[in-house]
């Protein structure tokens, strides 16, 4: 079996990409979430993180962080945003039909808003093609505050851009 090395890429988009994970880490439970957003070059414009207080479950965080990546990059002003993030689940739930009586419901609604104002299409990606983002989850979790904005990318992620 030959090995296959997988790493970011852009898939050839033109626009602005982010990058996003949620993660339920350790014992007892520390919930974060992270993302970069890059430009097609695969230069760092922007991160986030931040620490869940009081959830332990991994779709909250999964869709939360969409939600936060896509806060940002409005804010930002940033639109023809491609996001990428490695929960199916996540992606199959916000590009479906609404369902009403879901869980996270207006959360879910909230990002579908914040898609169409910031021109978004979101994509699944596999976790390999995800470091970045995984090492802000990990930050996040690991510190207790709800958002950290990261204006230049932390020492310790270098190697990983």
Known sequence: ??????????????????????????SPTRTGYGGILRNDAGFYLY????YIHDSSVILYAELYVIYQGLSLANEKGIVDLFCYSNSLLCINIITGPLLKFHAYAVLIQDIKELMEQTQATISHTLRERNQCADFMVKLGASSNYEFMHHDFPPTELLPLL
């Open 1 to 26: 079996m030959e090995d296959k090395f997988v790493k970011w890429n852009h898939n050839n988009h033109p626009n602005v990409i982010l990058n996003v994970d949620g993660s339920c880490l350790g």
């Open 47 to 50: 991160g986030f993180s931040g």
